[in-house]
Protein backbone atom coordinates (compact mmCIF):
# COMPACT_ATOMS: atom_id res chain seq x y z
CA UNK A 1 0.00 0.00 0.00
CA UNK A 2 3.11 2.07 0.64
CA UNK A 3 3.53 2.61 -2.78
CA UNK A 4 -0.09 4.13 -4.02
CA UNK A 5 -0.18 6.26 -0.54
CA UNK A 6 -1.60 9.54 -1.57
CA UNK A 7 -1.29 10.87 1.97
CA UNK A 8 2.60 12.58 1.07
CA UNK A 9 0.72 14.45 -1.82
CA UNK A 10 -2.15 15.70 0.34
CA UNK A 11 -0.01 16.94 3.13
CA UNK A 12 2.28 19.00 0.86
CA UNK A 13 -0.46 20.60 -0.61
CA UNK A 14 -1.99 21.51 2.11
CA UNK A 15 1.48 23.16 3.39
CA UNK A 16 1.40 25.36 0.24
CA UNK A 17 -1.50 26.81 2.16
CA UNK A 18 1.00 29.24 3.76
CA UNK A 19 1.09 32.32 3.97
CA UNK A 20 4.92 33.22 3.29
CA UNK A 21 4.99 36.63 5.51
CA UNK A 22 4.37 34.40 8.66
CA UNK A 23 4.67 30.92 7.30
CA UNK A 24 1.86 29.54 8.80
CA UNK A 25 -1.32 28.12 7.52
CA UNK A 26 -3.51 30.69 6.02
CA UNK A 27 -6.79 30.29 7.15
CA UNK A 28 -8.17 32.31 4.19
CA UNK A 29 -6.42 29.34 1.87
CA UNK A 30 -7.99 26.84 3.64
CA UNK A 31 -11.45 28.13 3.51
CA UNK A 32 -11.73 28.90 0.40
CA UNK A 33 -10.16 25.80 -0.68
CA UNK A 34 -11.03 23.16 1.34
CA UNK A 35 -14.13 24.55 4.09
CA UNK A 36 -16.18 26.34 1.12
CA UNK A 37 -15.98 23.34 -1.30
CA UNK A 38 -16.74 21.03 1.91
CA UNK A 39 -19.85 23.05 2.74
CA UNK A 40 -21.46 23.06 -0.68
CA UNK A 41 -21.25 19.76 -0.77
CA UNK A 42 -22.82 18.85 2.01
CA UNK A 43 -25.49 21.09 1.27
CA UNK A 44 -25.75 19.60 -2.41
CA UNK A 45 -25.97 16.17 -0.25
CA UNK A 46 -29.03 17.41 2.25
CA UNK A 47 -30.58 19.42 -0.67
CA UNK A 48 -30.51 16.62 -3.36
CA UNK A 49 -34.02 16.10 -4.75
CA UNK A 50 -34.93 12.32 -5.72
CA UNK A 51 -36.25 14.67 -8.83
CA UNK A 52 -32.60 15.34 -9.81
CA UNK A 53 -31.45 14.19 -12.86
CA UNK A 54 -27.64 14.03 -13.77
CA UNK A 55 -27.01 14.80 -16.94
CA UNK A 56 -25.05 11.84 -18.89
CA UNK A 57 -23.63 14.34 -21.12
CA UNK A 58 -22.62 16.61 -18.74
CA UNK A 59 -20.83 14.08 -16.60
CA UNK A 60 -19.13 13.20 -20.44
CA UNK A 61 -18.45 16.52 -20.43
CA UNK A 62 -16.63 16.61 -16.82
CA UNK A 63 -14.61 13.49 -17.05
CA UNK A 64 -13.17 14.84 -20.69
CA UNK A 65 -12.37 18.40 -19.24
CA UNK A 66 -11.02 16.99 -16.16
CA UNK A 67 -8.85 14.68 -17.40
CA UNK A 68 -7.24 17.46 -20.14
CA UNK A 69 -6.54 19.46 -17.76
CA UNK A 70 -4.79 16.78 -15.06
CA UNK A 71 -3.04 15.43 -17.79
CA UNK A 72 -1.74 18.72 -18.75
CA UNK A 73 -0.65 19.45 -15.11
CA UNK A 74 1.16 16.25 -14.83
CA UNK A 75 3.00 17.99 -17.91
CA UNK A 76 3.66 20.85 -15.83
CA UNK A 77 4.90 18.94 -13.11
CA UNK A 78 7.26 17.22 -14.99
CA UNK A 79 8.33 20.63 -16.14
CA UNK A 80 8.92 22.07 -12.88
CA UNK A 81 10.70 18.82 -11.59
CA UNK A 82 13.40 19.79 -14.29
CA UNK A 83 13.20 23.71 -13.52
CA UNK A 84 14.34 22.41 -9.51
CA UNK A 85 17.06 19.97 -11.03
CA UNK A 86 18.45 23.35 -13.40
CA UNK A 87 18.12 25.54 -10.28
CA UNK A 88 20.61 23.77 -8.34
CA UNK A 89 23.18 24.05 -10.78
CA UNK A 90 22.30 27.76 -11.54
CA UNK A 91 25.16 30.03 -10.03
CA UNK A 92 24.85 33.42 -12.15
CA UNK A 93 22.52 34.62 -10.21
CA UNK A 94 22.34 32.05 -7.18
CA UNK A 95 18.85 31.32 -6.82
CA UNK A 96 17.09 32.59 -3.51
CA UNK A 97 15.60 30.24 -1.11
CA UNK A 98 12.03 32.19 -1.77
CA UNK A 99 12.74 30.59 -5.22
CA UNK A 100 13.34 27.33 -4.40
CA UNK A 101 10.25 27.05 -2.07
CA UNK A 102 8.10 28.60 -4.85
CA UNK A 103 8.74 25.96 -7.58
CA UNK A 104 8.63 23.19 -4.89
CA UNK A 105 4.97 24.72 -3.98
CA UNK A 106 4.34 24.87 -7.66
CA UNK A 107 5.11 21.69 -8.26
CA UNK A 108 3.34 20.24 -5.09
CA UNK A 109 0.48 21.84 -6.40
CA UNK A 110 0.83 20.41 -9.62
CA UNK A 111 1.15 17.22 -8.29
CA UNK A 112 -2.23 17.42 -6.31
CA UNK A 113 -4.24 18.92 -9.38
CA UNK A 114 -3.61 15.29 -11.38
CA UNK A 115 -4.39 13.73 -8.03
CA UNK A 116 -7.54 15.34 -7.32
CA UNK A 117 -8.62 15.33 -10.78
CA UNK A 118 -8.07 11.44 -10.56
CA UNK A 119 -10.33 11.58 -7.05
CA UNK A 120 -13.23 13.37 -9.34
CA UNK A 121 -13.10 11.33 -12.33
CA UNK A 122 -13.30 8.09 -10.46
CA UNK A 123 -16.42 9.46 -8.34
CA UNK A 124 -18.22 10.63 -11.20
CA UNK A 125 -17.41 6.92 -12.55
CA UNK A 126 -18.49 4.99 -9.94
CA UNK A 127 -21.48 7.26 -8.66
CA UNK A 128 -24.05 6.49 -11.55
CA UNK A 129 -23.07 3.05 -11.23
CA UNK A 130 -24.22 2.83 -7.90
CA UNK A 131 -27.68 4.99 -8.47
CA UNK A 132 -30.08 1.17 -8.50
CA UNK A 133 -27.66 -0.21 -5.60
CA UNK A 134 -27.82 2.10 -2.86
CA UNK A 135 -29.72 5.43 -3.46
CA UNK A 136 -27.56 6.91 -0.57
CA UNK A 137 -24.32 6.00 -1.75
CA UNK A 138 -24.70 7.22 -5.03
CA UNK A 139 -25.56 10.49 -3.54
CA UNK A 140 -22.38 10.21 -0.75
CA UNK A 141 -20.02 9.74 -4.21
CA UNK A 142 -21.92 12.72 -6.49
CA UNK A 143 -20.75 14.92 -3.77
CA UNK A 144 -17.30 13.66 -2.85
CA UNK A 145 -17.01 14.50 -6.22
CA UNK A 146 -18.60 17.81 -6.35
CA UNK A 147 -16.38 18.26 -3.48
CA UNK A 148 -13.27 17.60 -5.34
CA UNK A 149 -14.11 19.02 -8.47
CA UNK A 150 -14.85 22.45 -6.23
CA UNK A 151 -10.83 21.96 -5.10
CA UNK A 152 -9.61 20.91 -8.59
CA UNK A 153 -11.31 24.44 -9.57
CA UNK A 154 -9.43 26.25 -7.34
CA UNK A 155 -6.37 24.43 -6.76
CA UNK A 156 -5.87 25.08 -10.59
CA UNK A 157 -6.24 28.63 -10.33
CA UNK A 158 -3.51 28.78 -7.14
CA UNK A 159 -1.40 26.51 -9.64
CA UNK A 160 -2.18 29.09 -12.78
CA UNK A 161 -1.04 31.88 -10.45
CA UNK A 162 1.95 30.07 -8.86
CA UNK A 163 3.41 29.38 -12.39
CA UNK A 164 3.10 32.61 -13.57
CA UNK A 165 4.22 34.13 -10.66
CA UNK A 166 7.77 32.04 -11.11
CA UNK A 167 7.75 33.08 -14.45
CA UNK A 168 7.98 36.49 -13.32
CA UNK A 169 10.79 36.03 -11.11
CA UNK A 170 12.80 33.85 -13.36
CA UNK A 171 11.92 36.03 -16.34
CA UNK A 172 14.05 39.04 -14.43
CA UNK A 173 17.28 38.07 -14.08
CA UNK A 174 17.93 34.04 -14.66
CA UNK A 175 19.97 33.11 -17.92
CA UNK A 176 18.73 30.17 -18.97
Known amino acids: MGKINFWAILIKYIDTLRDYRTNKISPGDVTVQLVIPALLS ?17 I ?3 ISCISIIS ?26 DREFTLVD ?14 LVV ?30 FLLVTLMALKRISAAYTTFSRGWKM
Open 105 to 118: ESFHISMWVVLDGL
Open 71 to 96: GLMCGVAVLLFQLRLQMGSQKDPKPL
Open 60 to 62: TNL
Open 42 to 58: VALFFKWSDGWVICEDL
Open 122 to 151: GFLCIAPLTKNINEFFSRLLFCLAAFFLLN
